[in-house]
């Protein structure tokens, strides 16, 4: 089971899944980047900082942290980044 599948993405304005794009994946909003990629990264340790700007080269800092929060307010998600 992906991470995303144990959490409510549906009010995080930071992400959205649309139909046909990432097969309907939760991506963060207006990309195609997978929010599990962001918290696969989140637990291999890398701070939001880290993931935005060597990994997901586009992504905004403050809106990996805001999708990390989410993920830990609405999940068992460990991760203290």
Known sequence: MN???EIDWTHCSDVESVPG???GAWVVKGTRILVDGILENAEE???AEEIAT???DGLE?????RI???ARQHAH???PA
């Open 77 to 79: 998600y460990p991760h």
């Open 45 to 47: 340790g890398l701070t």
């Open 3 to 5: 991470e995303t599948d």
């Open 61 to 65: 800092v403050d809106r990996a942290r």
């Open 68 to 70: 990390l929060d989410y």
């Open 21 to 23: 794009r990432c097969s």
């Open 54 to 56: 060597e990994v997901y």
